[in-house]
């Protein structure tokens, strides 16, 4: 228990960065990550000593993330308009760099399931087979959704200097 | 992963840009880049973009843990909330070596291996979670199709009668039948009811006809994040499936039971719940 304990403890800097990344709201990050805590402690019989215990807490957080969605679509309420943590206050884009404001609108217009899948990769450093776990999708759905993120982010940051490029593959 | 079976593909450019192959990989990678400079162009946006995504959430590590996510404080209030449940249980035990039970009864009845039941539960939690997220066809018949339950008692050869469960908030959405298997664990057709709170929280019931020996079972398991609770009896099985906290479950199984196959003279056994003394 106790040792169990300390790796989900361990986690925690992670599972609130995802949090933030997902929600746009601090407050409502820890929220989440407060009840991915107690449901892992409840139901840490599940969890099989042999998988990696970082991605079963992200996708107990990840459940609990979708589920508020859903409910706040169910009743009609808007999600709070992004409360930017990092006010971006970046000047005009250097050559070769993004503006980080037109970065975070650019991610909340990807649909959510890409969202979800390129922070994950991006900001946890997860591996992929690890985040395709955590996302409860097959490997090649990640890649897929991978792809398509890094696409439309392209495009919706419009970034500058090549304007031309022919798409991979 | 061998050297040889590397393939540069669309995968490969992804695993370069996240800084997720080995050595020898990113070396093919950079040599093949030279050769497309095209690619080589999109892949360094996309490095870009992570290192603008990077930027914008920043990492947290150096951020100390706010007091209410402390994970030991959280399994304190976590086991607070069980001390009830388990002060039941160590009374149970505690009757029932008064009784003189063996070791070897106490066993049984405490670790009674229920392969059908265990079956039916995962049975239950699948069809759960296939259809509690469905938002136009969550159910096969809506609840005020007048011949709906008639339906599926035929179907499952069981009389049932959909519960009201409207004094705890829940409305009843209607129902679908799910097919019955054979072999080691046969069990005939089943009925799903789906019921739905004002704020969107699904429970579903999987109900079958009495199983073959029509003996009493109760079981209260958690499965994945749903709690699942079951019984059978000589008229059906049921497995109650939800998220709800127990507690909320628990309540909810009384009001089923009770309702459910309109007995009156049914005794409610609230499984691994209080046991009472003396």
Same mark, same amino acid.
């Given at each position: 228990?106790?040792?169990?304990?300390?790796?989900?403890?361990?986690?925690?800097?992670?599972l609130?960065?995802?949090?933030?990344?997902?929600?746009?709201?601090?407050?409502?990050?820890?929220?989440?990550?407060?009840?991915?805590?107690?449901?892992?402690?409840?139901?840490q019989?599940?969890?099989?000593?042999?998988?990696?215990?970082?991605?079963?807490?992200?996708?107990?957080?990840?459940?609990?993330y979708?589920?508020e969605?859903?409910?706040?679509?169910?009743?009609?309420?808007?999600?709070?308009?992004?409360?930017?943590?990092?006010?971006?206050?970046?000047?005009?884009?250097?050559?070769?760099?993004?503006?980080?404001?037109?970065?975070s609108?650019?991610?909340d217009?990807?649909?959510?399931?890409?969202?979800e899948?390129?922070?994950?990769?991006?900001?946890?450093?997860?591996?992929?087979?690890?985040?395709?776990?955590?996302?409860?999708?097959?490997?090649?759905?990640?890649?897929?959704?991978?792809?398509?993120?890094?696409?439309?982010?392209?495009?919706?940051?419009?970034?500058?200097?090549?304007p031309?490029l022919?798409?991979?593959? | 992963?061998?050297?040889?079976?590397?393939v540069?593909?669309?995968?490969?450019?992804?695993?370069?840009?996240?800084?997720?192959?080995?050595?020898?990989q990113?070396?093919?990678?950079?040599?093949?880049?030279?050769?497309?400079?095209?690619?080589?162009?999109?892949?360094?946006?996309w490095?870009?973009?992570?290192?603008?995504?990077?930027?914008?959430?920043?990492?947290?590590?150096?951020?100390?843990?706010p007091?209410r996510?402390?994970?030991?404080?959280?399994?304190?209030? %976590?086991? /607070? $909330?069980?001390?009830?449940?388990?002060?039941?249980? #160590?009374?149970? +035990?505690?009757?029932? *070596?008064? &009784?003189?039970s063996?070791?070897? %009864?106490? /066993? $049984?009845?405490?670790?009674?291996?229920?392969?059908l #039941?265990?079956? +039916?539960?995962?049975? *239950?939690? &699948?069809?759960?979670?296939?259809? %509690?997220?469905?938002?136009?066809?969550?159910?096969?018949?809506a609840a005020?199709?007048?011949?709906?339950?008639?339906?599926?008692?035929?179907?499952i050869?069981?009389?049932?009668?959909a519960?009201?469960?409207?004094?705890?908030?829940?409305?009843?959405?209607?129902?679908?039948l799910?097919?019955?298997?054979?072999?080691?664990?046969?069990?005939?057709?089943?009925?799903?009811?789906?019921?739905?709170?004002?704020?969107?929280?699904r429970?579903?019931?999987?109900?079958?006809?009495?199983?073959?020996?029509?003996?009493?079972?109760?079981?209260y398991?958690?499965?994945?994040?749903?709690?699942a609770?079951?019984?059978?009896?000589?008229?059906?099985?049921?497995?109650?499936?939800?998220?709800?906290?127990?507690?909320?479950?628990?309540?909810?199984?009384?009001?089923?039971?009770?309702q459910?196959?309109?007995?009156?003279?049914?005794?409610?056994?609230?499984?691994?719940?209080?046991?009472k003394?003396g």
């Amino acid at each position: 228990m106790a040792q169990f304990l300390d790796e989900v403890e361990a986690s925690i800097p992670a599972l609130r960065r995802y949090a933030r990344a997902l929600t746009r709201n601090a407050d409502h990050a820890d929220d989440l990550v407060q009840d991915c805590i107690e449901r892992a402690i409840r139901k840490q019989t599940l969890w099989k000593p042999t998988g990696p215990l970082k991605a079963w807490l992200f996708r107990i957080l990840l459940n609990l993330y979708r589920n508020e969605l859903r409910l706040h679509r169910r009743r009609g309420e808007h999600v709070p308009v992004e409360t930017l943590l990092v006010e971006p206050s970046v000047a005009p884009a250097q050559p070769g760099r993004i503006a980080l404001n037109e970065m975070s609108r650019a991610i909340d217009t990807l649909n959510g399931e890409q969202r979800e899948a390129l922070l994950l990769v991006v900001l946890e450093g997860l591996s992929y087979s690890e985040a395709a776990d955590a996302l409860e999708i097959p490997l090649g759905t990640l890649m897929s959704r991978l792809g398509r993120a890094r696409a439309a982010l392209r495009k919706l940051t419009g970034s500058g200097e090549e304007p031309r490029l022919r798409t991979v593959k | 992963m061998t050297a040889a079976k590397f393939v540069i593909d669309a995968d490969a450019l992804h695993g370069y840009a996240d800084g997720q192959l080995t050595p020898d990989q990113r070396a093919a990678v950079e040599a093949w880049l030279v050769d497309h400079p095209a690619t080589a162009a999109e892949i360094a946006g996309w490095m870009r973009q992570n290192e603008a995504l990077a930027a914008l959430f920043p990492p947290l590590d150096h951020e100390p843990t706010p007091d209410r996510l402390r994970p030991a404080a959280i399994a304190d209030t %976590v086991r /607070r $909330g069980r001390w009830h449940g388990l002060r039941n249980v #160590a009374a149970a +035990l505690v009757l029932m *070596a008064a &009784a003189g039970s063996t070791g070897w %009864v106490m /066993r $049984g009845m405490l670790w009674q291996e229920e392969p059908l #039941a265990e079956h +039916l539960i995962d049975n *239950a939690v &699948a069809a759960h979670a296939v259809y %509690v997220q469905e938002k136009t066809h969550a159910v096969e018949v809506a609840a005020n199709s007048p011949n709906l339950m008639r339906w599926l008692s035929n179907r499952i050869d069981s009389p049932i009668d959909a519960p009201n469960l409207s004094a705890s908030g829940f409305t009843f959405l209607g129902g679908r039948l799910l097919p019955g298997e054979s072999g080691e664990h046969a069990h005939g057709p089943a009925a799903q009811l789906m019921y739905e709170n004002a704020s969107a929280e699904r429970v579903t019931l999987y109900i079958t006809g009495a199983p073959p020996d029509k003996k009493q079972v109760w079981k209260y398991e958690q499965r994945g994040n749903v709690d699942a609770y079951y019984w059978a009896d000589a008229a059906v099985t049921c497995t109650i499936v939800t998220d709800l906290p127990e507690d909320q479950v628990r309540g909810l199984g009384k009001v089923i039971f009770e309702q459910l196959t309109r007995k009156a003279d049914s005794t409610w056994n609230p499984a691994a719940a209080p046991a009472k003394v003396g």
